[in-house]
């Protein structure tokens, strides 16, 4: 059965207007995959914006807000998907932004690692149901103790404290193995 | 003291107290950030009296490295005697978004914006 996290809608990509990309499982080393999330959350960026036409400044600065959100939200989202899969099931990496008037959708898709589950669904359980604000502070001050702590865990706190976003976490299992899919709304201001 | 990406550079100027990151930082993690960090652990361990932090050409910061600036801020703030100012572009949307929080790590922290 699917657990959830957060808030997550189902059957909602008919009313939209959306763009997808995949990404086959790859045997390269992640260095070299690395640079392909930079270039993706640009073009994603780029994309998004189109939909804000207009060369007023206010418009223009409406565009430049758009794209970056965008490019940082896809970015944070296609890190984490690399650095969490799980390389030996071949599943492929999905990312899909759908745009509404009033915000825009992202959907993360991939396999997970078993190991690093139970982890990750504990912190997911924290920054939903936690105080955001001191989970921050908390978090920097942890990290800065410890220098050689591993992720940094401010992707998803940089999402909603400073873009606002609503976040949502399903996690299935699949034949062989377990999948997360990850949604992000960026509301439209 | 320089470090020089594919699409960064960031450096120490020693005479004006000065740290410069600029491009778009999108590393993968602690080890990737290391020589960055050395940067500005240098400039932290010269003690000078203000240290300046110019982001106003930095396009992109992944959550990683607005956690190495972050670790920067709070080990400034630990020296006790250093005085710091970072400097953000108006322009640079992420910044008006996320530099702010750099202030509440540190509140003696000066934003200078251009």
Redesign the interface.
């Known amino acids: 059965m699917a657990q959830v996290f957060g808030e997550f809608i189902e059957d909602f990509s008919d009313r939209s207007e959306f763009l997808v990309l995949g990404f086959s499982p790859s045997s390269l080393p ?2 070299t995959r ?1 640079k392909t ?2 270039l993706s959350a640009d073009f994603l960026g780029d994309y998004v914006r189109n939909f804000f036409p207009g060369d007023t400044s206010a418009a223009q600065s409406k565009q ?2 758009v ?3 965008v ?2 939200i896809a ?2 989202l296609l ?1 984490n998907a690399m ?1 969490y899969s799980d390389k030996n099931v071949g599943q492929p990496i999905n990312l899909e932004v759908h745009l509404f008037s009033n915000r825009l959708m992202f959907l993360s898709k991939n396999s997970l690692h078993h190991d690093a589950i139970a982890d990750f669904q504990t912190y997911l359980q924290e920054i939903t149901t936690g105080n955001i ?1 001191d989970i ?2 908390n978090q ?2 942890k ?2 103790a410890n ?6 865990g ?2 998803y706190l ?1 999402m909603i ?3 606002k976003v609503i976040l949502g976490w399903k996690f299935e299992k699949t034949d062989n193995n377990i999948q997360v899919t990850t949604m992000v709304q960026l509301p439209l201001s | 003291m320089e470090v020089l990406g594919d699409d960064y550079k960031v450096w120490y100027d020693q005479l004006n107290q000065c740290i410069y990151c600029q491009g778009s930082l999108r590393l993968a993690g602690t080890e990737e950030y290391a020589p960055i960090v050395k940067i500005l652990e240098y400039a932290i361990e010269q003690l000078p009296q203000k240290i300046t932090l110019n982001l106003c050409q930095l396009e992109f910061l992944n959550s990683s490295g607005i956690n190495v600036l972050s670790k920067f801020v709070i080990k400034v703030r630990q020296k006790e005697t250093i005085n710091i100012t970072v400097q953000g572009s108006e322009t640079i949307p992420w910044q008006g978004k996320s530099i702010k929080n750099l202030q509440r790590l540190m509140p003696a922290l000066k934003l200078e914006w251009s």
Not at chain 1, 147 to 152: L, T, Y
């Open positions: 992640i260095q690395w999330n930079g430049a807000e794209r970056s959100a490019s940082f970015n944070e890190e650095k604000d921050y502070i920097v001050e990290s800065a220098d050689d702590a591993g992720g940094s401010l992707g940089t404290m400073d873009y």
